[in-house]
Each structure stands twice: as C-alpha cells, then as structure tokens.
C-alpha cells in the first residue's frame, strides 16, 4: 500500500502564495506520475490542476498556467505545488495522487492524500 501525506495548505490574501507538499510511503517500487488535483466549494468533482511524470514532463490546467507550478523530489517521492499569484477562485480542497507501482509489482494510479484546504480572500 502508499500512503500520501499533505501539507502547505492555508489562508492567504488575493495575490499571496503558498507551496503545497505531498509526501508518499510505503510499499512503492516506483512512482509513475504525481499530481494535484482540487475541489471547489459546491462542486461534486475533482479537476487536474498540475501532474508530472518520472520523466519530468508537466501538464497544467489552463487556469493555473503561469502561476502554478509543480515539481517532484523523486529521492523523497514528494511532489510539490508552488502556487503563486492566488486568487479567490483558487479556493478549494487540494489533493495529492500518485500512480505508483508496489513491491508486489501491482500498479494503482488511484493513491489519494486526505486533501489540504486552501482558501483565497479577496
């Protein structure tokens, strides 16, 4: 099994930042792709707001390109979430997920955090 844990979240005024962690452990052989996903206050779903793969490459949401950004620690299996320039439709609760292959070889690409809230004033 993989275990996510995160942090950074918070409170923070229009224009602020704040960097998001997420931590694995456990039983990986190896992780594929790492990413960030969020849901806004009375949505039912989740969006992709960044991903990065072992390779390095990224992908962005339209509405955070240019100030998101994601990187990966891969000795730490951490991925990151620096976001800058925050605004008030940014609020949301922010979840980590990690496709990630086990020690028993068995591939999931369904590895949630608990979510870490991040709210924007205006």
């Known amino acids: 099994q993989v275990q996510l844990v995160e942090s950074g979240g918070g409170l923070v005024q229009a224009g602020g930042s704040l960097r998001l962690s997420c931590a694995a452990s456990?039983?990986?052989?190896?992780?594929?792709?790492m990413a960030w996903f969020r849901q806004a206050p009375g949505k039912q779903q989740r969006e992709l707001v960044a991903?990065?793969?072992?390779?390095?490459?990224?992908n962005y949401a339209d509405s955070v390109k240019g100030r998101f950004t994601i990187s990966r620690d891969n000795g730490k299996n951490t991925v990151y979430l620096q976001m800058n320039s925050l605004k008030p439709e940014d609020t949301a609760v922010y979840y980590c997920?990690?496709?990630?292959?086990?020690?028993?070889?068995?591939?999931?690409?369904?590895?949630w955090g608990q979510g870490t809230q991040v709210t924007v004033s205006s």
């Open positions: 997920n990690v496709a990630a292959v086990t020690y028993a070889r068995v591939y999931k690409n369904d590895y």
């Open positions: 456990g039983s990986i052989f190896s992780i594929n792709a």
């Open positions: 991903s990065i793969i072992s390779g390095g490459s990224t």
